[in-house]
Protein backbone atom coordinates (compact mmCIF):
# COMPACT_ATOMS: atom_id res chain seq x y z
CA UNK A 1 0.00 0.00 0.00
CA UNK A 2 2.51 2.60 -0.66
CA UNK A 3 1.15 5.71 -2.33
CA UNK A 4 1.41 6.27 -6.18
CA UNK A 5 4.04 8.28 -7.43
CA UNK A 6 3.50 12.03 -8.44
CA UNK A 7 5.41 14.77 -9.28
CA UNK A 8 5.39 17.45 -6.57
CA UNK A 9 4.82 20.74 -8.97
CA UNK A 10 4.24 21.43 -12.52
CA UNK A 11 3.34 24.95 -13.99
CA UNK A 12 2.14 26.15 -17.40
CA UNK A 13 0.63 29.57 -18.64
CA UNK A 14 -2.42 30.37 -19.26
CA UNK A 15 -3.66 28.65 -22.63
CA UNK A 16 -1.19 25.85 -22.39
CA UNK A 17 -1.20 22.64 -21.71
CA UNK A 18 0.02 20.48 -18.33
CA UNK A 19 0.60 16.82 -17.70
CA UNK A 20 1.03 14.84 -14.49
CA UNK A 21 2.29 11.75 -14.35
CA UNK A 22 1.19 9.30 -11.31
CA UNK A 23 3.84 5.93 -11.20
CA UNK A 24 2.60 2.93 -9.49
CA UNK A 25 2.58 -1.10 -9.95
CA UNK A 26 1.20 -4.31 -11.93
CA UNK A 27 -0.48 -4.09 -7.95
CA UNK A 28 -2.59 -1.22 -8.87
CA UNK A 29 -1.93 1.04 -11.53
CA UNK A 30 -1.05 -1.68 -14.10
CA UNK A 31 -3.18 -4.26 -12.88
CA UNK A 32 -6.64 -2.37 -13.21
CA UNK A 33 -8.73 0.50 -15.33
CA UNK A 34 -9.27 2.37 -11.88
CA UNK A 35 -7.76 4.93 -12.16
CA UNK A 36 -8.87 8.76 -10.94
CA UNK A 37 -7.91 12.10 -10.48
CA UNK A 38 -8.80 14.33 -7.53
CA UNK A 39 -8.76 18.16 -8.04
CA UNK A 40 -8.29 19.82 -4.64
CA UNK A 41 -8.22 23.92 -4.19
CA UNK A 42 -6.79 24.82 -0.50
CA UNK A 43 -8.70 24.30 2.66
CA UNK A 44 -11.88 22.65 -0.04
CA UNK A 45 -12.47 18.71 0.13
CA UNK A 46 -11.47 16.86 -3.31
CA UNK A 47 -13.33 17.13 -6.53
CA UNK A 48 -13.68 14.08 -8.86
CA UNK A 49 -11.88 14.89 -12.40
CA UNK A 50 -11.88 11.82 -14.09
CA UNK A 51 -12.38 7.82 -13.05
CA UNK A 52 -12.01 4.89 -15.57
CA UNK A 53 -9.03 6.50 -16.55
CA UNK A 54 -10.13 8.81 -18.73
CA UNK A 55 -13.92 9.50 -18.14
CA UNK A 56 -15.16 12.49 -17.14
CA UNK A 57 -17.92 13.21 -14.24
CA UNK A 58 -21.05 15.45 -15.85
CA UNK A 59 -19.62 18.83 -15.62
CA UNK A 60 -15.95 18.41 -15.63
CA UNK A 61 -14.63 21.18 -18.87
CA UNK A 62 -13.05 18.37 -21.63
CA UNK A 63 -10.32 20.20 -21.18
CA UNK A 64 -9.42 17.62 -18.28
CA UNK A 65 -8.63 14.63 -19.96
CA UNK A 66 -6.57 11.31 -18.60
CA UNK A 67 -4.22 7.83 -19.39
CA UNK A 68 -2.70 5.20 -19.08
CA UNK A 69 0.10 3.19 -20.43
CA UNK A 70 1.69 0.66 -18.55
CA UNK A 71 2.25 1.33 -14.48
CA UNK A 72 1.56 5.16 -15.59
CA UNK A 73 -1.87 7.10 -15.39
CA UNK A 74 -1.37 10.57 -16.84
CA UNK A 75 -3.67 13.66 -16.54
CA UNK A 76 -3.78 16.36 -18.78
CA UNK A 77 -5.24 20.11 -18.70
CA UNK A 78 -5.45 21.97 -21.30
CA UNK A 79 -6.05 25.64 -22.05
CA UNK A 80 -5.12 26.03 -18.18
CA UNK A 81 -6.52 29.00 -16.87
CA UNK A 82 -6.45 30.16 -13.45
CA UNK A 83 -9.15 28.53 -11.52
CA UNK A 84 -7.29 25.01 -12.43
CA UNK A 85 -4.72 26.12 -10.10
CA UNK A 86 -4.82 23.48 -7.18
CA UNK A 87 -3.38 20.16 -5.93
CA UNK A 88 -4.43 17.09 -8.61
CA UNK A 89 -4.37 13.61 -7.04
CA UNK A 90 -4.47 10.36 -8.50
CA UNK A 91 -5.96 6.98 -7.21
CA UNK A 92 -5.77 3.60 -7.94
CA UNK A 93 -7.63 0.71 -6.72
CA UNK A 94 -5.10 -1.74 -5.28
CA UNK A 95 -6.83 -4.86 -4.98
CA UNK A 96 -8.51 -6.63 -2.49
CA UNK A 97 -11.54 -3.81 -2.03
CA UNK A 98 -8.93 -0.69 -1.26
CA UNK A 99 -7.54 1.92 -2.76
CA UNK A 100 -4.56 4.12 -2.68
CA UNK A 101 -4.00 8.03 -3.31
CA UNK A 102 -0.72 9.25 -5.11
CA UNK A 103 1.67 12.10 -3.20
CA UNK A 104 -0.47 15.20 -4.99
CA UNK A 105 1.26 17.20 -7.67
CA UNK A 106 1.05 21.18 -7.22
CA UNK A 107 -0.56 22.84 -10.52
CA UNK A 108 0.59 26.86 -10.86
CA UNK A 109 -0.80 28.85 -13.38
CA UNK A 110 2.09 31.17 -14.45
CA UNK B 1 -29.49 18.11 -2.48
CA UNK B 2 -26.57 15.30 -2.07
CA UNK B 3 -24.89 15.91 0.81
CA UNK B 4 -22.44 14.04 3.44
CA UNK B 5 -21.88 16.19 7.04
CA UNK B 6 -19.03 14.61 9.14
CA UNK B 7 -19.25 14.99 12.92
CA UNK B 8 -17.20 13.43 16.39
CA UNK B 9 -14.12 15.15 15.46
CA UNK B 10 -11.51 17.18 18.20
CA UNK B 11 -8.58 17.14 20.34
CA UNK B 12 -7.50 13.50 22.25
CA UNK B 13 -4.46 12.38 24.29
CA UNK B 14 -2.67 9.26 22.45
CA UNK B 15 -3.89 6.16 22.94
CA UNK B 16 -7.66 7.63 23.46
CA UNK B 17 -10.62 6.95 21.41
CA UNK B 18 -12.66 8.87 18.79
CA UNK B 19 -15.72 8.13 16.94
CA UNK B 20 -16.75 9.56 13.82
CA UNK B 21 -19.72 10.18 12.53
CA UNK B 22 -20.79 11.00 8.82
CA UNK B 23 -25.24 11.44 7.97
CA UNK B 24 -25.85 10.96 4.17
CA UNK B 25 -29.16 12.88 2.57
CA UNK B 26 -30.06 13.49 -1.16
CA UNK B 27 -29.33 9.96 -2.02
CA UNK B 28 -30.53 6.29 -1.06
CA UNK B 29 -27.64 6.03 1.52
CA UNK B 30 -28.39 1.67 1.26
CA UNK B 31 -27.13 1.48 -2.03
CA UNK B 32 -23.21 2.69 -2.20
CA UNK B 33 -20.22 1.58 -0.84
CA UNK B 34 -18.55 4.42 1.62
CA UNK B 35 -15.26 5.31 1.98
CA UNK B 36 -13.22 7.54 4.64
CA UNK B 37 -10.24 9.55 3.76
CA UNK B 38 -7.90 11.80 5.54
CA UNK B 39 -5.68 14.09 4.76
CA UNK B 40 -2.53 15.36 7.32
CA UNK B 41 -2.03 19.11 8.06
CA UNK B 42 -0.16 20.17 4.64
CA UNK B 43 -0.35 16.50 3.58
CA UNK B 44 -1.74 14.62 0.64
CA UNK B 45 -4.72 12.36 0.90
CA UNK B 46 -4.55 8.90 2.50
CA UNK B 47 -7.44 5.93 1.63
CA UNK B 48 -8.38 4.59 4.91
CA UNK B 49 -11.49 2.34 4.81
CA UNK B 50 -14.38 1.54 2.91
CA UNK B 51 -17.31 -0.39 3.68
CA UNK B 52 -19.75 -2.25 0.88
CA UNK B 53 -23.62 -1.07 1.01
CA UNK B 54 -24.83 -3.66 3.35
CA UNK B 55 -21.91 -3.80 6.01
CA UNK B 56 -20.71 -7.16 4.94
CA UNK B 57 -17.16 -6.18 3.23
CA UNK B 58 -14.90 -3.80 5.06
CA UNK B 59 -11.27 -3.01 4.15
CA UNK B 60 -9.02 -0.60 5.46
CA UNK B 61 -5.59 0.35 5.02
CA UNK B 62 -2.58 -1.16 7.01
CA UNK B 63 -1.91 1.71 9.21
CA UNK B 64 -5.18 1.78 11.13
CA UNK B 65 -5.77 -2.05 10.66
CA UNK B 66 -6.45 -3.62 14.20
CA UNK B 67 -7.19 -0.25 15.46
CA UNK B 68 -10.15 1.88 13.48
CA UNK B 69 -13.09 0.03 12.76
CA UNK B 70 -15.56 1.35 9.91
CA UNK B 71 -19.51 0.80 10.01
CA UNK B 72 -22.88 2.00 8.75
CA UNK B 73 -26.45 2.27 9.90
CA UNK B 74 -28.34 2.34 6.78
CA UNK B 75 -31.57 2.90 8.88
CA UNK B 76 -30.09 6.52 9.91
CA UNK B 77 -27.94 7.09 6.64
CA UNK B 78 -25.09 7.40 8.75
CA UNK B 79 -21.38 6.07 8.05
CA UNK B 80 -19.11 6.08 10.96
CA UNK B 81 -15.38 5.53 12.35
CA UNK B 82 -13.96 3.73 15.43
CA UNK B 83 -10.80 4.83 16.17
CA UNK B 84 -9.14 3.57 18.94
CA UNK B 85 -5.33 3.76 20.11
CA UNK B 86 -4.62 7.19 18.42
CA UNK B 87 -1.54 8.09 17.66
CA UNK B 88 -0.04 11.75 16.49
CA UNK B 89 0.07 10.56 12.76
CA UNK B 90 -3.68 9.86 12.99
CA UNK B 91 -4.04 13.84 13.42
CA UNK B 92 -5.58 14.92 10.25
CA UNK B 93 -8.64 16.06 8.28
CA UNK B 94 -11.02 13.07 8.34
CA UNK B 95 -13.25 12.97 4.76
CA UNK B 96 -16.33 10.93 4.65
CA UNK B 97 -17.11 10.29 0.79
CA UNK B 98 -19.54 8.35 -1.12
CA UNK B 99 -17.99 5.60 -4.29
CA UNK B 100 -19.87 6.48 -7.18
CA UNK B 101 -22.49 4.44 -8.76
CA UNK B 102 -21.07 1.65 -10.50
CA UNK B 103 -18.28 -0.50 -10.34
CA UNK B 104 -15.77 2.41 -11.00
CA UNK B 105 -13.49 2.80 -7.51
CA UNK B 106 -13.62 6.57 -7.67
CA UNK B 107 -15.37 8.57 -4.75
CA UNK B 108 -17.59 11.45 -6.22
CA UNK B 109 -19.49 12.95 -3.16
CA UNK B 110 -17.14 14.12 -0.22
CA UNK B 111 -17.86 15.52 3.10
CA UNK B 112 -16.23 18.71 4.34
CA UNK B 113 -14.12 17.04 6.66
CA UNK B 114 -13.71 17.00 10.43
CA UNK B 115 -10.61 17.32 12.10
CA UNK B 116 -9.00 15.14 14.41
CA UNK B 117 -5.79 16.16 16.98
CA UNK B 118 -3.67 13.45 17.86
CA UNK B 119 -1.85 15.30 20.85
CA UNK B 120 -1.04 15.73 24.71
Known amino acids: QSALTQPPSASGSPGQSVTISCTGT?????????VSWYQQHPGKAPKLMIYGVYKRPSGVPDRFSGSKSGNTASLTVSGLQGDDEADYYC??????????FGTGTKVTVL | EVQLVESGGGLVQPGGSLRLSCVASGFTFENYWMTWVRQAPGKGLEWVAN????????SCVDSVKGRFTVSRDNAKNSLYLQMNSLRAEDTAVYYC?????????????WGQGTMVTVSS
Open chain 2, 51 to 58: IKHDGSEK
Open chain 1, 26 to 34: SSDVGGYNY
Open chain 2, 97 to 109: ARDMDGDWDAVDI
Open chain 1, 91 to 100: SSYAGTNTDV
